[in-house]
């Protein structure tokens, strides 16, 4: 009973995260928060955990990747920064093949938005 419980709870707040995403003039990166998810193929559990940290993370990342006065160099830092502030968070939650994973799907969106702006 305690499990089914729990389980309502989950699908409850993931379904809520993903209704206020996809609200928010958001379907992109609701569709990015999905794909993460099966990537990395979080529990529930850590989806209920990580999925808001993405959320949060995500617009922080497109502002910069947008801010034309920012040079490639100067918006690979930024984003750097942020993915730095939220890592001892995703470390706590993910198992370290999961955290491994996480780092190199970050490392992949940062090579393609710079060869993106490169026109490559």
Do not use: W
Not at 97 to 117: D, F, G, P, S, V
Request: charged share 20%; hydrophobic share 40%.
């Amino acid at each position: 009973m305690r499990n089914c419980i729990r389980l309502i709870a989950t699908v409850l707040c993931f379904g809520s995260l993903v209704l206020v995403a996809t609200s928010s003039s958001a379907q992109p990166q609701a569709g990015r928060l999905q794909a993460i998810s099966q990537q990395l193929n979080l529990t529930p559990q850590q989806k209920v955990k990580i999925l808001p940290i993405l959320a949060d993370e995500g617009p922080k990342v497109e502002a910069i990747k947008n801010n034309t006065s920012l040079s490639g160099l100067q918006k690979m830092q930024q984003i750097r920064a942020i993915h730095q502030q939220t890592d001892p968070q995703m470390k706590a939650i993910l198992s370290p093949a999961q955290y491994q994973k996480l780092q190199t799907i970050r490392q992949q969106a940062i090579r393609e938005a710079m060869e993106k702006r490169r026109g490559g």
